[in-house]
């Protein structure tokens, strides 16, 4: 399988400062206690694919600057790490391509995942079968219940000549996202792919429901 740099896009579990809406059913302290265990959860999934020399790993981080996003990378134990930057998760997610092209291009990386840190039933075979699907694909979808996606992976054909398709016309954050991006690539012929659904927990009612 080609080997894919895998993007998670994280955001510090501070104090009031991540799941608000999780933290009004729970409290500030509860709710980033779980953000910080479901994000610790994501890099050690992560890691067993990096180890396995599958992938490469690089945090897109918010919520925190350079030097304290050194330091918490340095405590999860990971080497490459970028600032998310301003704007919509689009931007975001697209910008995070632009600056990781040349560290791909090094490191003979042909393909880019991302996905975030509210999965706390990731598993290695979620990764495996995306490494595996995007040999076939050119974009691969885990739909998500609250109408977005829990994974993207991009093959090097969109990264290359399609990059503004996955990010535009998106209204973010709604129901339809996931519905909007596959409408981007209506009109081609790249191919894509969709995983299992997932449960994004961000609020209680996501926890109960995996339950």
């Known amino acids: 399988m080609d080997k894919a740099l895998l993007i998670i896009m994280a955001k510090w579990h501070g104090f009031g400062r991540c799941k608000t809406r999780l933290s009004k059913d729970i409290?500030?302290?509860?709710?980033?206690?779980?953000?910080?265990?479901?994000?610790?959860?994501?890099?050690?999934?992560?890691?067993?694919?990096?180890?396995?020399?599958l992938i490469d790993i690089s945090i897109a981080i918010s919520g925190l600057g350079v030097s304290n996003c050194k330091r918490w990378t340095r405590e999860l134990g990971i080497k490459k790490f970028n600032l998310q930057g301003k704007g919509c998760l689009g931007e975001k997610m697209k910008r995070q391509i632009i600056i990781n092209k040349k560290f791909c291009a090094r490191h003979k990386i042909k393909n880019i995942i991302f996905i975030g840190t509210d999965l706390p039933d990731l598993c290695h075979?979620?990764?495996?079968?995306?490494?595996?699907?995007?040999?076939?694909?050119?974009?691969?979808?885990?739909?998500?219940?609250?109408?977005?996606?829990?994974?993207?992976?991009?093959?090097?054909?969109i990264i290359s000549s399609h990059i503004y398709l996955p990010f535009i016309n998106i209204k973010w954050g709604t129901k339809n996202v996931l519905q909007?991006?596959?409408?981007?690539?209506?009109?081609?012929?790249?191919?894509?792919?969709?995983?299992?659904?997932?449960?994004?927990?961000?609020t209680i009612i996501d926890i109960e429901n995996r339950e």
């Open 27 to 53: 409290g500030k302290s509860n709710s980033a206690k779980i953000q910080s265990l479901m994000t610790k959860h994501t890099i050690s999934v992560a890691k067993f694919l990096q180890e396995n020399k």
């Open 125 to 157: 075979q979620d990764l495996l079968n995306t490494l595996k699907e995007l040999q076939q694909n050119d974009l691969i979808l885990g739909p998500s219940n609250d109408g977005g996606y829990w994974l993207i992976g991009l093959s090097e054909k």
């Open 180 to 202: 909007n991006t596959i409408d981007n690539f209506s009109s081609t012929k790249l191919k894509f792919k969709f995983l299992e659904k997932k449960i994004d927990i961000d």
